[in-house]
């Protein structure tokens, strides 16, 4: 699941409900976005060989609607207030149906174009009509079939414009999503292609971003220079100089190669699902009367179970609960207005109060500022340093032209010189400033070759003298140099080959079961017994790899441990585990008082008490003199000790 970053923040004019603030205190952009899905007879072929059982068995259209359901599960829970609509588009039957000013529903025609779920915030309704459809093929083939003549792009463009300016009108974040395998829908109509890109053309001025999914068979590879080079527009700088773009083109997926394209189409998705939300935009200031613009983004961040509202559930149905506050005077339960009402602090036995200007004045250190007040070496800021996460810094030419150009510089110079910048930072309005290390950045690419991290700069706020804690003073032994062999030898079989570790294929196993909770009630489905936790070990197989390994350095570190003690003086000394063994056998009754201590005897009993050790001895002990002596006793340790003492001080 995911952590929340965005592409654009609220601008001025822009009206007051598309934002909402999330756990983090942020105020985020809501997301709209539109699923379509190309239903043309390509896309409903079943693979050549999918008869073969490590082969893809789901047609291409059918692993897309896999897919939007599955991003359609992720969103009404991760994205409560962001919209998702599916549209297919190639269809016999066409279907849209619009809501007029006067609240009636008028039917527009956009030929091939089928509107499954309408552009809205998701229901339950809408997962299970999409479940439906995955799970059941009749039922699909109710809505998968393709029309006898070819769709036009233009209009599936029109179509997705109208649903975005009808139901997300005033969204700062909309996105089209696109999967298709035709790379060439209108190959030698240059009137629909010159159409479709003036559509497309559209949708961006809105603000649509068109993401395009595209799908290869066995016998045809796509081609996005064909038609979709001039619908989709890519993300490229006109800066040459400036780092490159965070957004990327999907890679295409293949139809009836094993089983990866489901996978695949998925793998695609997600890494475009979650739109990337600024946490902060604000200037950078290098020197006086030097600023450029830069966006922040959280990259990582926890996540936890969130209760967005409260649920009455005495009706017939649940109902969300609308909630009131009236603060009323103690002495004559009079409601009090909230002009009345002042804060204050308690200061010297009096209570200091004031008035919100006031309050809000304390709190204010400034306008938000990244403020560069000097370089320092890298190799002065030492790992423990990092105690929060980091922002990813990323220029914006909205406030200050020629940002990209500066920023791109201050990057290369960091970089090739190793220094850092401190600076006073101070992310949003009213918060409070922190010292932060502007650290340069490089590019990461994975295997083949795909951006996964664009160069750029990390504000790290640094930690107060405060939060730094001393580590204890310990006396350190170091391993002698064959037990660290031997353990060379576990790790090097615990490293499978080629393996990489991935936190994204491991979820929280809390946080999914809470919401698969969540998801069985909504939905009706039945609760499942046992949580899916991937974070497991594969004790099987850990122990079929490095089990006789690890016998053996645990062999070879009782030596050594039996060599360092006597080495130390202490002589010889029993194996822990025959220890544990022996203290089993040996185990009997409780130990009673010595007998030169004249066992429990009220003598012995009474030396405990004149000494005050009465507490040294075991609650057995102490229960058998008070059962002897009719004392009731009951409790912790401490209430048996104080019966047996009140019993002594009574008798003398």
């Not at 965070?246 to 739109?275: H, Y």
Request: charged letters at 30%; aromatic letters at 8%; one cysteine or more.
């Amino acid at each position: 699941m995911p952590g929340w970053t965005n592409d654009s923040e609220k601008r001025d004019g822009d009206e007051e409900e598309d934002e909402e603030v999330d756990d983090s205190g942020y105020k985020a952009v809501k997301d709209a976005v539109i699923f379509a899905i190309d239903v043309s007879p390509s896309m409903l072929k079943k693979p050549p060989n999918s008869s073969d059982r490590k082969a893809d068995r789901d047609t291409a259209a059918s692993a897309a609607l896999k897919c939007a359901y599955q991003l359609m599960q992720q969103r009404i829970i991760s994205h409560p207030h962001d919209m998702m609509g599916v549209l297919l588009f190639g269809t016999e039957e066409s279907r849209f149906t619009e809501t007029v000013d006067s609240g009636s529903a008028s039917t527009l025609n956009y030929p091939h174009c089928y509107v499954l779920t309408d552009l809205d915030v998701p229901a339950a309704a809408d997962v299970k009509k999409l479940k439906s459809l995955v799970e059941d093929e009749e039922e699909a083939e109710k809505f998968l079939k393709p029309s006898s003549e070819p769709v036009s792009m233009s209009t599936v463009l029109f179509c997705s414009n109208n649903l975005f300016t009808t139901k997300a009108a005033n969204f700062a974040s909309r996105r089209l999503f696109l999967v298709t395998d035709n790379d060439d829908p209108h190959l030698n109509d240059k009137a629909l292609r010159a159409s479709a890109a003036v559509r497309a053309k559209d949708l961006y001025d809105l603000g649509v971003v068109i993401e395009l999914f595209p799908i290869s068979r066995g016998d045809h590879t796509f081609d996005r220079t064909k038609f979709y080079d001039d619908i989709v527009y890519r993300p490229v700088s006109a800066d040459p100089e400036a780092p490159a773009p965070i957004a990327g083109e999907s890679r295409v997926s293949v139809s009836g190669d094993g089983i990866t394209l489901l996978q695949s189409l998925l793998s695609n998705i997600n890494s475009k699902a979650a739109p990337r939300r600024a946490q902060f935009t604000i200037p950078l200031e290098l020197g006086p009367g030097l600023r450029i613009g830069v966006k922040g983004f959280t990259l990582i961040k926890r996540q936890e179970p969130v209760r967005s509202c409260y649920i009455w559930l005495s009706g017939e149905k649940p109902q969300i609960v609308t909630s009131s506050t009236t603060k009323i005077a103690e002495d004559t339960a009079r409601a009090v207005d909230k002009s009345e009402i002042r804060k204050g602090f308690r200061f010297g036995g009096e209570v200091v109060s004031f008035t919100p200007e006031e309050l809000a004045a304390l709190k204010n250190f400034g306008d938000p500022i990244i403020r560069i007040i000097g370089f320092k070496s890298l190799d002065s800021l030492p790992f423990w340093a990092i105690t929060r996460a980091p922002y990813f810094l990323y220029p914006t030419e909205e406030d200050f032209i020629g940002s990209t150009r500066v920023f791109s510089a201050l990057h290369q110079k960091l970089a090739r010189d190793k220094k850092f910048g401190l600076a006073w930072f101070i992310p949003i309005r009213n918060s409070h400033p922190r010292l932060a290390a502007i650290i340069a950045g490089e590019e990461r690419l994975d295997e083949d070759g795909e951006q996964v991290m664009p160069p750029g700069l990390w504000a790290v706020p640094l930690p107060f003298a405060d939060d730094i804690r001393q580590n204890p003073d310990t006396h350190l032994i170091r391993a002698p140099n064959k037990l660290i062999d031997l353990m060379r030898d576990v790790i090097r079989q615990l490293q499978l080959p080629g393996a990489k570790y991935d936190q994204k294929k491991y979820p929280n196993p809390s946080l999914q079961w809470f919401y698969k909770i969540l998801q069985c009630l909504a939905l009706d489905e039945d609760i499942p017994e046992t949580p899916e936790d991937k974070t497991i070990p594969k004790y099987k197989q850990i122990n079929k790899r490095a089990g006789d390994y690890v016998l053996e350095w645990g062999r070879e570190l009782e030596i050594q441990y039996q060599g360092w003690m006597a080495s130390q003086g202490y002589g010889q000394v029993k194996p822990p585990g025959k220890r544990i063994a022996d203290r089993t056998a040996e185990k009997g009754p409780a130990k009673k008082i010595k007998a030169e201590d004249g066992g429990t005897t009220s003598s012995a009993m009474a030396k405990h008490f004149q000494k005050g050790t009465l507490a040294s001895l075991t609650v057995a002990t102490l229960k058998e003199f008070a059962a002897e002596k009719g004392i009731k006793v009951s409790g912790k340790k401490a209430d048996i000790v104080a019966a047996v003492e009140e019993y002594f001080e009574t008798k003398s």
